[in-house]
């Protein structure tokens, strides 16, 4: 009895040690350190961040709302990104800060406030690097689109035209967490 207990224990234990590092493939711990560090003492929710790593296939989930205080992954979500980011005959991507490029842009973001237009409810993202400082007019914003999938599959997902776009159920479970926040949420991309 005791020794199928104590391997019941070292299962549970090499699960839980293979999902956190299934996890820190997805979201590098070294990204959420910076973003810690960067939050701190500002005005920005101290306790959120959504992270989105454009090294995963874009029919994967890339996108992430991440719970700071406790170090889990509270939303997994398939994004896109833009039309100009990809490379012909190439697994890479490339990124633009410049209007017209229809790339997507790396750096960090502030949530800003959300309004309804062409695409439903949106929320503008103020670039806050010199990655992506133009984003608020480029009308770089987080919002749904159709064509986005909910669930991981081979096939990428469809292009933007730089603008990170989730599936409509993925938007409206980050909007809940966006509009409880008495801060601004930071977004961070990186490749």
Do not use: W
């Not at 994967?60 to 990104?81: E, M």
């Amino acid at each position: 009895m005791m020794k199928q207990l104590f391997f019941l224990l070292l299962f549970i234990v090499s699960c839980s040690k293979f999902e956190s590092q299934e996890n820190a493939v997805d979201l590098p711990q070294s990204k959420v350190s910076e973003i810690r560090s960067f939050i701190r003492g500002k005005n920005y929710n101290q306790d959120l961040a959504v992270f989105i790593n454009f090294k995963i296939h874009s029919g994967k989930y890339r996108y992430f709302v991440y719970d700071l205080k406790n170090d889990k992954i509270l939303q997994k979500a398939i994004v896109s990104h833009g039309s100009g980011s990809v490379i012909q005959n190439s697994k890479g991507l490339r990124f633009s800060n410049v209007e017209g490029s229809y790339q997507s842009s790396l750096g960090k973001y502030e949530i800003k406030e959300s309004y309804i237009g062409k695409f439903g409810k949106s929320y503008r993202l103020n670039g806050l690097e010199s990655t992506n400082n133009n984003a608020l007019q480029r009308a770089i914003v987080l919002h749904s689109y159709s064509c986005i999938p909910d669930i991981e599959s081979q096939n990428p997902a469809c292009l933007s035209l730089g603008c990170p776009m989730l599936s409509a159920n993925a938007f409206n479970q980050t909007a809940k967490y966006i509009d409880q926040s008495k801060q601004p949420i930071i977004l961070y991309a990186f490749y």
